[in-house]
């Protein structure tokens, strides 16, 4: 019967496969074949493209596919890279939707040459490609800086992270011609401060051109307000008061904000945010080491319509900062790795079942928490509890029953777990990715259970086992030969990784 039905709709039945299942459903015929690869295509997967004369053919035969998202790898300045270029804007520059340079030296007129051939642009990432910023006069030119506003007259996302030669005079040019630009990463890009810029002072008229401001930053975020919904600022040095500055603009109504690793933020300046930006979806607080319990008091009242939290390396967080937490009812993903003071009884118990109804959390970091209560959630996918040396076989069944729906495990350097263990822990029908890396007294038997209980699992980790070795692992890929990756370094005193 499925050979019946429109190519159309057999696309639109495949694309809510896993990647793996269309992969397998590719295999059935020529027409699940082109189905596939078109759901493939419409799920927005991300094609990698080393930049040599050898991938010429390769992108031709994408461009009849109509591809709309790729990254170039091994960018330069070369003839080749030109070829390229060339060859990528001709055959699915008119389809392309996401273009990824990150890392690459492509010189200004190749890129200029690049961006006409593409006029569908919705994401851009140049994150990395300091060779487009060195001189500074990146479109500097009125007629190139018109063409090329024409065709980024869609872009809705730009990405501009570690570019170290990044000055206001530049990034104006760039998001000058972008007009309808909606989110915007300037991770790890070094923002100066001017002396009496955060009490809302905008004379910067005489500041450095060769800088990147955050008065000029200010200045764009103040014209774009109404259409601006996430900002990347995280490792840029952000300073508390530029935050309140940032957060107070008139009409802007952030949906996602990263400030990981601005280590200069206080407490006081995140609960600020929280009354001025109370629409945020998505919040990256990791590796902002100055703030304490107060700041999670403050997401959990502030922030209701939260659905991603991200806490990592926050050492003086404690259980009683997590209670706060409770307040999050639409949370989907919470990563508190590297809280060395969480032991998460609180937060197994602010997190639980609201009237019986559990919560829709699906992805929880724990890495590196001191303990573990047991955990209660039945529509967990993603749970990460590596480096908990405390964690044992009970507490690995217990979370065997209160996340049976598990996709990805992570629990690396878990020395205490044993085969024992697993064989109390059941089964995972749904797990996928599993890392048991320096779990030192798991031996082939664990590997068993997991061959038996697992059946659906693509990727597993057993580096540094000592107790597996290679025959091990070989009668485990001969009883599961869907497993796509086994990591296996120094099992047996080998340095392998067999990728099936």
């Not at 039905?5 to 809510?16: A, D, G, K, R, V």
């Not at 497993?483 to 080998?494: D, E, K, M, W, Y």
């Amino acid at each position: 019967m499925a050979e019946s039905l429109p190519l159309e709709m057999l696309t639109y039945i495949l694309s809510f496969l896993p990647l793996s299942d269309q992969k397998e459903a590719s295999l059935v015929n020529r027409t699940w074949y082109c189905a596939a690869q078109n759901a493939l295509r419409e799920i927005n997967v991300r094609y990698n493209i080393p930049v040599s004369p050898a991938s010429l053919p390769a992108i031709k035969r994408l461009g009849l596919r109509a591809i709309s998202c790729i990254g170039l790898i091994n960018l330069d300045a070369s003839p080749a890279s030109q070829q390229v270029l060339q060859s990528v804007a001709h055959y699915l520059g008119p389809h392309l939707q996401s273009l990824c340079l990150g890392g690459g030296s492509p010189t200004e007129a190749s890129f200029v040459a690049l961006i006409l051939g593409c006029p569908a642009l919705r994401i851009l990432d140049l994150s990395g490609c300091n060779s487009l910023f060195t001189s500074g006069t990146l479109l500097a030119q009125p007629e190139t800086a018109q063409s090329v506003r024409k065709a980024l007259s869609g872009l809705r996302e730009l990405h501009l992270a570690g570019l170290r030669d990044l000055a206001d005079p530049s990034f104006n040019q760039l998001s000058s011609c972008a007009p309808s630009l909606e989110r915007l990463s300037l991770a790890y890009c070094h923002l100066t401060f001017e002396p009496g810029l955060a009490r809302g002072s905008a004379g910067s008229q005489d500041y450095p051109p060769s800088k990147l401001s955050f008065s000029n930053l200010l200045r764009f975020v103040r014209e774009r307000a109404s259409r601006l919904r996430a900002l990347d600022l995280g490792g840029t040095g952000l300073q508390a008061e530029a935050l309140k500055s940032l957060g107070q603009v008139a009409g802007l109504q952030l949906q996602e904000l990263s400030l990981h690793s601005c280590r200069d933020l206080s407490t006081e300046a995140v609960a600020t945010l929280c009354r001025q930006q109370p629409g945020l979806t998505s919040l990256d607080l990791s590796g902002c080491s100055e703030l304490t319990d107060g700041a999670l008091l403050a997401v959990g009242r502030g922030l209701r319509h939260l659905q991603r939290l991200c806490l990592g390396k926050l050492q003086r967080l404690t259980d009683a900062g997590c209670t706060a937490l409770g307040g999050l009812q639409h949370l989907r993903s919470l990563d508190m790795a590297g809280c060395c003071l969480v032991s998460g009884r609180e937060l197994a118990q602010a997190l639980g079942p609201v009237n019986g109804v559990p919560r829709p959390l699906a992805s929880l970091m724990l890495a590196y928490c001191s303990s573990l209560k047991v955990l209660q959630f039945p529509q967990l996918r993603q749970l990460s509890l590596s480096l908990l040396p405390a964690l044992t076989d009970l507490g690995l069944v217990a979370v065997a029953r209160g996340c049976p729906s598990l996709e990805h495990l992570a629990l690396s350097h878990c020395g205490r777990l044993s085969d024992e263990g697993w064989a109390q822990a059941g089964s995972w029908p749904r797990l996928q990715h599993l890392n048991l890396s320096s779990c030192s007294q798991l031996t082939e038997q664990a590997l068993d259970i997991i061959g038996q209980e697992c059946k659906q699992l693509r990727v597993l980790d057993v580096a540094m086992c000592p107790s597996i070795d290679m025959a091990a692992i070989r009668r485990f890929r001969a009883r599961l030969p869907q497993v796509t990756c086994i990591q296996s370094r120094f099992v047996g005193g080998a340095d392998l990784t067999l990728t099936l």
